[in-house]
């Protein structure tokens, strides 16, 4: 097979060479010339945008719409969409990293597109409506606009847009500008350089600097995509390559032209200045490649370059887009010039490849080239390896990697991870470069977007089937593939709704990780609500259906899948939309069939204090016990003793109409009075009452000394006597009224006996009051224990005489051997036993 060999069309630069690839031909229809078209593409060989240059006059033909819109096309010339537009005038069309297309209009509108059509839309503020935008610059996440008011304002993301003005422009003119996107700044924010008179200023959101110049003015500004570039194109025709950092002056470049050019773009690091029919590459002085197009326009396209690490360049290049073709112009890769370049015939990759070539004649001299290069053949070997992702002629590839292949094949050791890594990748780069696809990638452009990124954009195209053979090829996640696919069947299917739900779930069934909800909420936003509550059925997760239903006001359904779920907070999280939402009655009536939810909502309401929520539920669902106890918990947080007894009264007549209840009113009947009484005492008296229990008042008044308010509340709630007794006499020891307590020891008997008389008072600390009370507990304890009980006042020689009369000679021992046989007290117990226990 005769294929030309790839340098024969290699162009030099000075000590650069260059290549321009043809990728597609025959890009767009004859009946749209591309001349009267402002064309912008997207990064990573996306989209293009395409929207009538309104400066030009359009000729008439019969049959085309005359309405606007931006038309969105492959590289290959596809048309993947239509935007009609109507909202006023454009100036100007750029792409995010991402493919959203960003359309910016003279009222400083910005609307963002995906390729679906989908927008989303900010404005950039600070007086843009007011001044109108000349003009935008874009870089990857973020986008500049020049008002006519001569003020920059920046949007650093298309996500969370927060439009803001940048520093104070000088007075002058502004004949061009650029700028240098926060990736290749210090400040990480973006910078503006302006051609103002001679000089250029660099503005940021603080400060604007002027960086000194006298050889402008300069009609354009272009920074090189890694940032460390600028080209200062002058008019008069010479164009001025710089360091960004105004440091260093690269070279100059003499055009001879006095026409402007229609763009100053980059071929990665290397300068590229294109008039309508010619692009030119340009070196220092006059050194420069030029390629000429025969009646024809030419849109170049810079395409996106970032800085390698280490700072190694990753040369990419330019798209050169006419009506006939699209070609990529590039930087010959380092590898590609080691293995097929002019003066490289004696590298080891070039002798590897050779070596194939005389392989395939069945010569011997391929094992000579093998051996010549030997101490170098693992180098060659990566470098054709390289060389091959870097072209774009399947045949090469094929033959490049052959070369691999053989040299690998000879090694003892070698490592072919990168082998079989290239070889995956040609594979998926090929199948988009195809031009029904239509995305010509670079190999280094596919490593930057990465094969998910790759993929998102497929399927923004619909190509689901070549995602699936990609994302199963590299063994990627495929569930948002069908996803993508179920969400845009449900939006554009003609069918009916049953037979787009069960296409979907038929294809869709086992998949693991499909998400059903993002599918109904497609549907849903579709206008198709009964298909999207249909699909919600097929979704596992509780907590994806419910955010969704409760937005298509399906609230009975989303709470019953919620409970379902049995998740709590996912529960909670629905009854307290659906408390917003509904009037009260009918939130009552959503939850009160279903026993769960109310259940949630009385505990929430309990932890919360809520008590209004709980009577009125209590009150609806007619659970009368329940309402009076939130009455009764009231009463009992009140301060005031007359707020509480009306709670209290309330309570009681909640429960009145039941005669299940009938004690429970009887007991809140006395309640009510209790806290009616008290809050009397409360006003008569100094101290306060409320809050005590009956027995408690009883106590308080009788140790103030009110012993008649006291016997009126005994007679007013029945306390027993034996009751009565007990709190008059714990009153009246707390007190230390031992007179009352004394006047209280003469009476014939006591309904509680006379044992807690004794007890309480020797506690008290009045053991000969205490004493008193012995004689008459002498009935009612037990043989022997009124001589303890002398004992415990300290009154010995009484508990001997005691003990004597009881005959008790066991105490009577004790007591003498207690009080010491030689003592006084001794003594007299030994006398008072002598004649009962010495016979």
Same mark, same amino acid.
């Given at each position: 097979?005769?294929?030309? =060999?790839?340098?024969?069309?290699?162009?030099?630069?000075?000590?650069?060479?260059?290549?321009?690839?043809?990728?597609?031909?025959?890009?767009?229809?004859?009946?749209?010339?591309?001349?009267?078209?402002?064309?912008?593409?997207?990064?990573?060989?996306?989209?293009?945008?395409?929207?009538?240059? &309104?400066?030009?006059?359009? +000729?008439?033909?019969?049959?085309?719409?005359?309405?606007?819109?931006?038309?969105?096309?492959?590289?290959?010339?596809?048309?993947?969409?239509?935007?009609?537009?109507?909202?006023?005038?454009?100036?100007?069309?750029?792409?995010?990293?991402?493919?959203?297309?960003?359309?910016?209009?003279?009222?400083?509108?910005?609307?963002?597109?995906?390729?679906?059509?989908?927008?989303?839309?900010?404005?950039?503020?600070?007086?843009?409506?007011?001044?109108?935008?000349?003009?935008?610059?874009?870089?990857? =996440?973020?986008?500049?606009?020049?008002?006519?008011?001569?003020?920059?304002?920046?949007?650093?993301?298309?996500?969370?847009?927060?439009?803001?003005?940048?520093?104070?422009?000088?007075?002058?003119?502004?004949?061009?500008?650029?700028?240098?996107?926060?990736?290749?700044?210090?400040?990480?924010?973006?910078?503006?350089?302006?051609?103002?008179?001679?000089?250029?200023?660099?503005?940021?959101?603080?400060?604007?600097?002027?960086?000194?110049?006298?050889?402008?003015?300069?009609?354009?500004?272009?920074?090189?995509?890694?940032?460390?570039?600028?080209?200062?194109?002058?008019?008069?025709?010479?164009?001025? /390559?710089?360091?960004?950092?105004?440091?260093?002056?690269?070279? +100059?470049?003499?055009?001879?032209?006095?026409?402007?050019?229609?763009?100053?773009?980059?071929?990665?690091?290397?300068?590229?200045?294109?008039?309508?029919?010619?692009?030119?590459?340009?070196?220092?002085?006059?050194?420069?490649?030029?390629?000429?197009?025969?009646?024809?326009?030419?849109?170049?396209?810079?395409?996106?370059?970032?800085?390698?690490?280490?700072?190694?360049?990753?040369?990419?290049?330019?798209?050169?887009?006419?009506?006939?073709?699209?070609?990529?112009?590039?930087?010959?890769?380092?590898?590609?010039?080691?293995?097929?370049?002019?003066?490289?015939?004696?590298?080891?990759?070039?002798?590897?490849?050779?070596?194939?070539? #005389?392989?395939?004649?069945?010569?011997? @001299?391929?094992?000579?080239?093998?051996?010549?290069?030997?101490?170098?053949?693992?180098?060659?070997?990566?470098?054709?390896?390289?060389?091959?992702? $870097?072209?774009?002629?399947?045949?090469?590839? @094929?033959?490049?990697?052959?070369?691999?292949?053989?040299?690998?094949?000879?090694?003892?050791?070698?490592?072919?991870?990168?082998?079989?890594?290239?070889?995956?990748?040609?594979?998926?780069?090929?199948?988009?470069?195809?031009?029904?696809?239509?995305?010509?990638?670079?190999?280094?452009?596919?490593?930057?977007?990465?094969?998910?990124?790759?993929?998102?954009?497929?399927?923004?195209?619909? &190509?689901?089937?070549?995602?699936?053979?990609?994302?199963?090829?590299?063994?990627?996640?495929?569930?948002?593939?069908?996803?993508?696919?179920?969400?845009?069947?449900?939006?554009?299917?003609?069918?009916?709704?049953?037979? /787009?739900?069960?296409?979907?779930?038929? $294809?869709?069934?086992?998949?693991?990780?499909?998400?059903?909800?993002?599918?109904?909420?497609?549907?849903?936003?579709?206008? $198709?609500?009964?298909?999207?509550?249909?699909?919600?059925?097929?979704?596992?997760?509780?907590?994806?259906?419910?955010?969704?239903?409760?937005?298509?006001?399906?609230?009975?359904?989303?709470?019953?899948?919620?409970?379902?779920?049995?998740?709590?907070?996912?529960?909670?999280?629905?009854?307290? #939309?659906? @408390?917003?939402?509904?009037?009260?009655?009918?939130?009552?009536?959503?939850?009160?069939?279903?026993?769960?939810?109310?259940?949630?909502?009385?505990?929430?309401?309990?932890?919360?204090?809520?008590?209004?929520?709980?009577?009125?539920?209590?009150?609806?669902?007619?659970?009368?016990?329940?309402?009076?106890?939130?009455?009764?918990?009231?009463?009992?947080?009140?301060?005031?003793?007359?707020?509480?007894?009306?709670?209290?009264?309330?309570?009681?007549?909640?429960?009145?109409?039941?005669?299940?209840?009938?004690?429970?009113?009887?007991?809140?009947?006395?309640?009510?009075?209790?806290?009616?009484?008290?809050?009397?005492?409360?006003?008569?008296?100094?101290?306060?009452?409320?809050?005590?229990?009956?027995?408690?008042?009883?106590?308080?008044?009788?140790?103030?000394?009110?012993?008649?308010?006291?016997?009126?509340? #005994?007679?007013?709630?029945?306390?027993?006597?034996?009751?009565?007794?007990?709190?008059?006499?714990?009153?009246?020891?707390?007190?230390?009224?031992?007179?009352?307590? &004394?006047? /209280?020891?003469?009476?014939?008997?006591?309904?509680?006996?006379?044992?807690?008389?004794?007890?309480?008072?020797?506690?008290?600390?009045?053991?000969?009051?205490?004493?008193?009370?012995?004689?008459?507990?002498?009935?009612?304890?037990?043989?022997?224990?009124?001589?303890?009980?002398?004992?415990?006042?300290?009154?010995?020689?009484?508990?001997?005489?005691?003990?004597?009369?009881?005959?008790?000679?066991?105490?009577? +021992?004790?007591?003498?051997?207690?009080?010491?046989?030689?003592?006084?007290?001794?003594?007299?117990?030994?006398?008072?036993?002598?004649?009962?226990?010495?016979?």
């Amino acid at each position: 097979m005769d294929t030309l =060999h790839p340098r024969a069309e290699w162009e030099s630069v000075g000590d650069k060479w260059f290549r321009k690839t043809q990728t597609y031909t025959e890009v767009f229809d004859q009946d749209l010339d591309l001349d009267n078209y402002i064309v912008t593409g997207a990064p990573y060989a996306g989209a293009l945008a395409l929207w009538r240059d &309104e400066s030009k006059l359009q +000729e008439y033909r019969a049959g085309r719409s005359s309405k606007p819109a931006i038309d969105i096309y492959s590289l290959a010339g596809k048309k993947l969409r239509s935007i009609p537009w109507d909202q006023g005038s454009i100036r100007s069309l750029g792409w995010s990293e991402d493919e959203t297309l960003l359309v910016v209009t003279a009222d400083g509108n910005v609307r963002c597109y995906d390729l679906q059509g989908d927008f989303s839309n900010f404005s950039l503020g600070h007086g843009a409506e007011d001044y109108g935008v000349n003009s935008c610059r874009f870089y990857d =996440h973020g986008m500049v606009a020049l008002l006519g008011n001569n003020t920059l304002i920046a949007v650093s993301s298309y996500t969370e847009p927060r439009p803001k003005q940048l520093a104070s422009l000088p007075d002058g003119e502004i004949h061009s500008w650029g700028i240098i996107s926060p990736d290749h700044t210090l400040s990480r924010s973006v910078e503006v350089l302006l051609s103002v008179n001679k000089t250029v200023y660099v503005v940021d959101a603080t400060d604007c600097e002027d960086r000194f110049l006298d050889i402008g003015p300069f009609t354009h500004i272009s920074v090189s995509p890694d940032g460390r570039y600028t080209n200062l194109y002058g008019a008069d025709g010479r164009a001025h /390559i710089i360091s960004s950092d105004f440091q260093e002056r690269i070279f +100059e470049h003499q055009s001879d032209s006095k026409t402007p050019p229609k763009y100053v773009e980059w071929c990665g690091s290397d300068a590229v200045i294109a008039w309508e029919d010619e692009v030119h590459i340009i070196g220092p002085g006059d050194i420069s490649s030029s390629y000429i197009y025969d009646s024809t326009r030419v849109h170049v396209i810079s395409v996106l370059n970032k800085r390698h690490a280490h700072n190694k360049p990753e040369y990419d290049g330019a798209r050169l887009i006419t009506n006939d073709f699209c070609e990529f112009l590039e930087r010959v890769p380092h590898d590609t010039l080691e293995v097929l370049g002019h003066a490289t015939e004696s590298s080891p990759a070039s002798i590897l490849l050779d070596a194939v070539g #005389q392989l395939e004649m069945e010569s011997p @001299k391929a094992d000579d080239y093998i051996q010549l290069i030997r101490p170098n053949l693992t180098e060659a070997v990566d470098t054709c390896v390289n060389a091959a992702g $870097r072209e774009f002629e399947t045949y090469w590839q @094929k033959r490049l990697l052959k070369a691999a292949s053989f040299g690998k094949s000879v090694l003892d050791i070698y490592n072919s991870d990168d082998f079989v890594d290239m070889c995956e990748t040609l594979r998926v780069l090929n199948a988009v470069r195809y031009y029904e696809i239509g995305m010509p990638l670079s190999f280094e452009q596919y490593h930057r977007l990465t094969p998910e990124r790759l993929i998102r954009r497929l399927l923004s195209r619909h &190509e689901y089937l070549l995602a699936l053979k990609i994302a199963g090829y590299l063994k990627l996640p495929s569930d948002r593939i069908y996803v993508h696919w179920a969400s845009s069947k449900v939006r554009v299917g003609s069918e009916d709704d049953d037979t /787009i739900c069960r296409m979907v779930v038929d $294809r869709l069934a086992g998949k693991p990780g499909i998400s059903f909800e993002e599918i109904a909420r497609a549907a849903y936003h579709e206008g $198709r609500g009964r298909l999207a509550t249909e699909l919600l059925n097929h979704e596992p997760r509780g907590g994806r259906q419910v955010p969704l239903l409760l937005d298509m006001e399906e609230d009975e359904l989303a709470l019953d899948k919620a409970i379902e779920s049995g998740d709590t907070d996912l529960i909670l999280s629905v009854l307290l #939309q659906l @408390k917003k939402k509904l009037p009260l009655a009918g939130f009552f009536r959503t939850i009160n069939p279903r026993p769960t939810a109310t259940a949630l909502v009385e505990t929430a309401a309990m932890m919360e204090g809520d008590n209004t929520l709980l009577k009125d539920l209590y009150y609806q669902d007619d659970r009368r016990v329940d309402g009076a106890d939130v009455f009764i918990r009231e009463s009992l947080q009140q301060p005031d003793a007359r707020m509480a007894s009306d709670k209290m009264g309330l309570a009681a007549k909640l429960l009145s109409d039941s005669r299940d209840t009938s004690f429970q009113v009887h007991a809140l009947k006395e309640a009510t009075t209790l806290l009616r009484l008290q809050h009397s005492l409360d006003r008569d008296l100094t101290d306060t009452f409320t809050g005590l229990s009956v027995n408690e008042t009883m106590f308080k008044l009788i140790r103030l000394g009110y012993h008649g308010r006291a016997k009126k509340i #005994q007679s007013e709630f029945k306390v027993p006597e034996k009751v009565a007794w007990w709190i008059r006499l714990r009153a009246l020891v707390a007190k230390r009224d031992w007179s009352e307590i &004394e006047d /209280i020891s003469k009476s014939r008997s006591s309904p509680i006996g006379w044992e807690p008389f004794f007890t309480l008072t020797l506690q008290a600390g009045n053991p000969r009051l205490a004493s008193v009370f012995i004689p008459k507990c002498s009935a009612t304890v037990e043989h022997g224990e009124t001589i303890s009980m002398y004992e415990k006042c300290g009154m010995r020689l009484r508990a001997a005489e005691e003990a004597v009369k009881l005959k008790d000679g066991q105490a009577w +021992e004790r007591l003498l051997e207690a009080a010491g046989r030689g003592t006084q007290e001794g003594r007299e117990i030994e006398r008072l036993g002598h004649a009962v226990f010495k016979k």
